[in-house]
């Protein structure tokens, strides 16, 4: 797959996110074809067994990445309101699972991956400046 070996996203739980959903959408279409399907065709008939296996082979994938969307957008939604100073309401939305101190130290003390791109960038884009050099408002190759 393209998104596995590119990785689009600046943060690797963002491109984790989105091979999960590819999975998902891929498991949900082939087995929706068949449950669908099923009512015109006699595999399906007077099979309750297999009606329910495909049933729990669209839902469940779905269920378990929607938890870990959930799971991932609470950290993000976390940092926002840790960002904007308001201990109050992060004490409220985080169940009391993280101390407002413990959560910076965690998930905001490093540089975000976003920010570690973008100076890995200017860095290169640097070098390959430094490479030239401005001869009668021309780049010349040194």
């Known amino acids: ?13 963002l491109n984790i996110m989105e ?13 929706g074809m068949y449950y ?14 297999l009606k ?11 269920l378990i990445f929607l938890i870990f969307w959930l799971y991932h957008m609470r950290i993000d939604l976390l940092r926002v309101v840790h960002r904007k100073n308001k201990p109050r309401l992060f004490k409220i939305a985080a169940f009391g699972q993280y101390d407002y101190d413990e959560f910076f130290e965690k998930h905001m003390q490093d ?17 390959q400046d430094s490479n030239f050099e401005i001869i009668d408002n021309s780049l010349q190759k040194k």
């Not at 091979?19 to 087995?31: F, R």
């Not at 329910?52 to 779905?62: K, R």
Request: proline share 3%.
């Open 111 to 127: 540089k975000s991956t976003f920010q570690k791109r973008r100076d890995s960038s200017v860095t290169f884009r640097q070098q």
């Open 52 to 62: 329910w296996f495909f049933l729990l082979v669209i839902v469940l994938p779905n």
């Open 1 to 13: 797959m393209i998104q596995a070996k590119l990785n689009p996203y600046y943060s690797k739980i």
């Open 19 to 31: 091979y999960y959903s590819l999975i998902c959408v891929a498991i949900t279409m082939y087995a």
């Open 36 to 49: 669908t399907t099923g009512q015109h065709y006699s595999y399906m008939d007077n099979n309750n067994e």
